[in-house]
Every structure is written in C-alpha cells, then in structure tokens.
C-alpha cells in the first residue's frame, strides 16, 4: 500500500537543497554597500531568490547563475594586500536574458535605476546596461525578433 502524505507535509513548499559550490560552478560576486538594499533589488526588479544569508553574505540565484552577494565585514570585501579596497563598479557585468526587456526596463525605470546607456539595438538583438544599487553593472539582453 503507497504511503500517503499528510496534508500539512503536502502544503510544505519543497525547499532546494544548500548550495555547495564544486569545481563544476560558476559563481559571480559582487560587492554590496547595504546587503539588505541590493538582495531587494534583485529579487523584486530581476527574477533572484535567496538561497542563502550567511552573515554579511547573500547567496541569490536566477537559473544556474548563483550570485555572490558581500556586504561590509565579509571575507569577500575585505581590503586587498597592497590596500586596494574591493569596491562595487567596474565594466565586466552578469547577462540576464529575457524574452522581451521592454517592461523590465519600464519597472527598472520606475523604481528610480539608474541606467549605463540607452537601450542599443543590433544583429544580436537587444540590450541595456543597468546598475544594481551599488553600481555593480548589469546587462539585460533580448535575442534578435525574427
């Protein structure tokens, strides 16, 4: 006879198991001034949820891309030997991909985001540049319309 579940184990949404990075994964950090400022961005405007908030860290993922998320007093944004400090910014940028970005760009907009460039539009299809709330870049991408 099948054992059935009890209606309360039932309605238990089903957790993903703790993520444990292996020699298979591909795993971006960005730094973060206010933890709690950046994990809202991303999970309310960009489609993330939370995996994991280890102290000063927040583990947050969209598909297979697990972002890093370090916030002041972690071991991830601590000051460099040579006394650089890690600070958010720079070029290099995770690709978000979307069926059309229009309205995500529209509620990006709304909220206050503040945007690289203008939406560019090419053989590749369509794009824009985005910063999250510590001026980590961001690029939304939309493939070519036939």
Known sequence: MPISKSPKTQDRPQQAPPFTADETSA???????????????????????VVARPGPVAIIRRGDLRLVL???????????PDGRPQEPGGWNRIVLYFDDIDPTIAALDAAGARFRNEAEVGPGGKQIQVEDPDGNPIELHQAPQE
Request: avoid cysteine; charged fraction near 20%; charge should be positive.
């Open 27 to 49: 795993v971006v950090r960005y730094q973060a001034r206010d933890l709690d400022r950046a994990v809202a961005f991303y999970t309310q405007h960009l489609g993330f949820e």
């Open 70 to 80: 370090s916030g002041p007093g972690s071991s991830g944004s601590r000051t460099i």
